[in-house]
């Protein structure tokens, strides 16, 4: 039902905040900041402010700046003392870059201090940069950068605060700003096809004017869209509530970091505290105290352990009236175990509507041009309706036929997969498509293929002799004897000849004869009687768990070999000397 092109780059997936407000702590002391941000909070918009004092001569941190980058709105609180910290105009250098390069708008408040002495440095910003002239004598380009932000900002509409109108110009901010969001959230981003009525129907599930609890679910398989509509919707609805937060990746971010982090971050996003988890009870408390009494919007993403559900949300008395969880994730019976109100499904798409989006994709029309229309429908046919799919496919034939590393660049651009220096994780979607693609190689003859996984098609090719020039890796990883068993019983012992050894089998001394170019071998509890005659000299990876012989063949020259595993064999080390 959702059609996600080019989701990463949209304004809805960008925004993490409403709003940056930038100002001068010292300034600020009266109270103005803290009456506009609680104004803006009480009015849902989404609002970060630093509450961190940071040193004189301390330079911005990768936080603030990520902030910046991640907020629609910027408010600038232009103060007497605003130039005097080079924090400031750094966060105001890289707000100004945000309004030339993300289409970010900024509303500058005048407090105490005249447009024109910002715009021209006089006045108390005259004596800042007097001294800033002198400390930056080797760097004067950065000085007349924070010159040219300053001069920029004092151009733009915004308020000029003088005595007894604080509460008017609050007012008048927070409607403004309110109007905007309201504008902004109800387009809909570029890339997406479908994606208002499938908006539609997640927030009526919301009941938004309702006054109880309630838990949604968005359940669909990997690559739907669940993600994207789920941020869409959050958009949408966001400004009714008192708190909201949009944790992304659950299950990729607890398994690297736990669920303390995310912890920090759901409070951070709700309450605007940076709070000390101990560890994840200390967590549970904190959440389920602090947020018992606020109506907030809470959306976690990609979900698949229940525990994570517990622990990040618990249940539904565990936020004020009128809060609303959403949860996007495979498994229905995680949300059955929390006792979702409701469950969102969302489904593939049409062949039409896959069309369109294969067609904004790769060809940036709503139609396929028509030397390219018949192979768009196989691509179609074959993503059987999943948008990921199509993407992934789109970036596949764009790059076919470039070097591995280019398409392994544009993966990870496409957050597709992982990688770190000896390994490679990628979404089951991704890596369906691929053993699709090479079963495509031979469908008849699995010893034609370059890669074999399949316990059969491995089985058939070792013991029939069926393996060519073809094979480059061979993988069959078999379960331990407790797992064996279980399969064996949920399967049935007609399938798997009535016990365990199923799983074992003699491989025919020729088998790998013909493999001259098998790169990669993990093969466990596979027994040659009577010895291995060859074995290819590309061999980088030989993994063989019982290996029965006790020598490699004699003509195996292992050059090219980067890790030998060979656990619980015979091989006799004296004979390899």
């Known amino acids: 039902m959702l059609r996600t092109q080019e989701a990463s780059s949209s304004s809805t997936a960008r925004w993490k905040y409403d709003v940056f407000v930038s100002f001068r702590r010292e300034d600020a002391r009266n109270g103005f900041t803290d009456r506009l941000y609680y104004a803006l909070k009480f009015k849902g918009i989404v609002t970060f402010r630093d509450e961190e004092k940071l040193e004189r001569g301390k330079s911005i941190s990768p936080e603030i700046l990520k902030a910046i980058e991640e907020s629609r709105f910027a408010i600038v609180i232009l103060s007497r003392n605003y130039a005097s910290s080079t924090r400031c105009l750094d966060e105001l250098v890289k707000i100004i870059e945000g309004k030339k390069e993300m289409e970010r708008t900024i509303f500058p408040i005048f407090y105490d201090v ?20 002198d400390h930056f004598k080797d760097n004067t380009k950065k000085v007349q950068t924070w010159r040219s932000a300053l001069r920029e900002v004092s151009n733009l509409k915004g308020w000029h605060l003088q005595d007894g109108d604080e509460a008017r110009i609050i007012e008048y901010i927070v409607r403004e700003l309110s109007q905007k969001l309201s504008y902004a959230v109800s387009e809909v981003p570029k ?20 006054n109880d609890v309630r838990i949604i679910g968005v359940c669909g398989m990997g690559g739907m869209g669940k993600t994207t509509l789920a941020r869409v919707v959050f958009q949408m609805v966001s400004k009714e509530f008192e708190g909201c ?10 398994r690297k970091d736990g669920l303390v982090p995310l912890q920090q971050q759901l ?35 990609d979900v698949d ?18 809060s609303r969880v959403i949860i996007t994730t495979r498994d229905k019976h995680l949300l059955r175990s929390v006792k979702a109100d409701e469950i969102y499904e969302v489904e593939g ?24 229309l018949e192979l768009s429908k196989d691509v179609v046919h074959y993503s059987n309706g999943l948008p990921l799919v199509i993407e992934i496919l789109v970036q596949m034939l764009d790059y076919l036929g470039l070097y591995p590393d280019v398409g392994l660049r544009v993966l990870l651009d496409k957050s597709l997969i992982q990688m770190n220096d000896t390994r490679v994780w990628m979404l089951d979607i991704l890596q369906g498509i691929g053993r699709n693609i090479v079963y495509e190689e031979c469908p008849k003859e699995p010893g034609k293929r370059s890669r074999l996984w399949l316990f059969n098609d491995i089985k058939h090719v070792l013991t029939k002799n069926t393996g060519t020039e073809a094979i480059q890796v061979i993988v069959l990883k078999l379960p331990e004897p407790k797992e064996a068993t279980e399969a064996i ?16 089998f003699e491989a025919c001394p020729e088998a790998f004869s013909k493999m001259c170019n098998l790169r990669y071998l993990i093969i466990n509890d596979v027994h040659i009687p009577n010895g291995l005659n060859y074995l290819s000299n590309e061999l980088r990876y030989l993994e063989w768990r019982g290996y029965s012989s006790k020598c490699l063949p004699s003509s195996f020259q292992p050059k090219e070999l980067v890790e030998l595993k060979l656990r619980f064999s015979k091989i006799d080390l004296s004979l390899e000397r």
């Open 114 to 133: 005249n447009p024109s002495d910002v715009r021209k440095q006089t006045g108390t910003f005259a004596q800042a940069f007097a001294e800033y002239e």
């Open 191 to 210: 890339g997406l096809v479908g994606i208002i009525s499938a908006a539609e129907k997640l927030e009526s599930c919301l009941a938004i004017g309702s």
């Open 245 to 254: 937060c949009f944790l992304p990746n659950v299950m990729e971010v607890s």
């Open 267 to 301: 409070i951070l996003q709700l309450l605007n505290e940076r709070m000390s988890i101990q560890d994840v009870q200390d967590g549970v408390f904190m959440i389920k105290n602090r947020l018992c009494h606020k109506r907030i919007l809470l959306v976690l993403d």
């Open 305 to 322: 352990q229940l525990d994570h559900l517990e622990k990040l949300v618990g249940k539904h008395n565990w936020f004020g009236l009128g």
């Open 349 to 372: 798409l049409n062949f039409d509507e896959a069309l369109h989006l294969l067609s904004l994709k790769a060809f940036k029309k709503d139609h396929p041009p028509k030397d390219y």
């Open 489 to 504: 019983q949920a399967i049935g012992p007609d399938v798997f000849g009535g016990n365990e050894a199923y799983w074992n």
